[in-house]
């Protein structure tokens, strides 16, 4: 019983070793996170979708029909998932600092993309913002740029 724990652990261990996911895992994990806060308001209207595939295009250097793809298989792995953790985990361990607050600066175009902000949409960010590890302080300045960026600075305040 003790050998197969520690045989388990071992795994385990070499597996937490591999901290770069291979890049079509790393594009659908944020792909899916994108497509959870489009969703996150109960439905995900064609502002939002078409925000996530020109957030995708411009990020990964996709062209317009491998971003409109990588969104469908967004969008079927964010139906089959119950959790944010894996999507995440594979953002955290293969994002550097500066491409995880930029990921964050993405959710928040995808959260603002039909000019409302809701508190599910809200929630999610900052809930993504602690799993990934990016600090409050950097997810409102990347809030503000957006905010900026699209013209709906009078909703600064909510």
Same mark, same amino acid.
């Given at each position: &019983?003790? %050998?197969?724990? %520690?045989?388990?652990?071992?795994?385990? #261990?070499?597996?937490?070793a @591999?901290?770069?996911a291979?890049?079509?895992?790393? %594009?659908?994990? !944020?792909?899916?996170?994108? &497509?959870? /806060?489009?969703? &996150?308001?109960?439905?995900?209207?064609?502002?939002?979708?078409?925000?996530? %595939? !020109?957030?995708l295009?411009?990020?990964?250097?996709?062209? @317009?029909?491998?971003?409109?793809?990588?969104?469908?298989?967004?969008?079927? /792995?964010?139906?089959?998932?119950?959790?944010? =953790?894996?999507?995440?985990?594979?953002? #955290?361990?293969?994002?550097n600092?500066?491409?995880?607050?930029? &990921?964050?600066?993405?959710?928040?175009?995808?959260?603002?993309?039909?000019?409302?902000?809701?508190?599910? @949409? !809200?929630?999610?960010?900052?809930?993504?913002?602690?799993?990934? =590890?990016?600090?409050?302080?950097?997810?409102?300045?990347?809030?503000?740029?957006?905010?900026?960026?699209?013209?709906?600075?009078?909703? @600064?305040?909510?």
């Open positions: &019983m003790i %050998k197969k724990l %520690k045989s388990l652990l071992a795994a385990r #261990k070499g597996k937490d @591999e901290t770069t291979d890049p079509a895992t790393l %594009k659908l994990a !944020a792909a899916a996170l994108l &497509m959870e /806060a489009a969703c &996150m308001d109960g439905h995900a209207d064609d502002g939002e979708i078409t925000t996530v %595939k !020109a957030l295009a411009a990020h990964f250097g996709l062209a @317009e029909d491998e971003a409109a793809a990588l969104t469908e298989a967004a969008r079927e /792995a964010v139906a089959n998932s119950v959790e944010l =953790y894996s999507f995440t985990r594979t953002i #955290k361990d293969s994002f600092h500066e491409d995880r607050v930029r &990921m964050i600066e993405m959710l928040w175009q995808v959260a603002y993309a039909d000019g409302i902000l809701h508190d599910f @949409e !809200a929630n999610l960010v900052r809930r993504i913002c602690g799993l990934i =590890y990016v600090p409050d302080r950097e997810s409102g300045e990347a809030r503000k740029r957006v905010l900026e960026q699209l013209d709906l600075s009078s909703q @600064e305040a909510t």
